[in-house]
């Protein structure tokens, strides 16, 4: 026997309901003290302009709604960010398109 570690593999299953999943056109990323949380949104209606009431300078408003919240440990924030990268790159490449917006 060996005393290496095993390698961990999960096993992930979608349940039918969620198998089309929900389109978000934005997300929002914070914290708390034992999880990052994602917010993805989407828009409800049309984007407005929209003045401040304090300083009386003009905005784009965006009314949105979050569609799913996800909270993840911190240990994996690093896991997730790496899988975003790699995927990402793997975008560009396949497709020739820069995701980058400039």
Known sequence: MTDEP???RVEITV????EVGAFAAFAS??????SF???FATEVRPPEVA????TGERYVHVPA?????????PGQVWE??????QNLSAYERETGTSTHGD
């Open 51 to 54: 003045e401040d009431r304090a």
């Open 37 to 39: 949380v994602l917010d």
């Open 65 to 73: 709604r979050v569609v799913a919240r996800v909270r993840i440990p």
């Open 15 to 18: 349940p039918p309901e969620a």
């Open 80 to 85: 997730l960010m790496r899988a975003l990268e």
């Open 29 to 34: 990323v914070w914290r708390s003290r034992d």
């Open 6 to 8: 095993l390698e961990t």
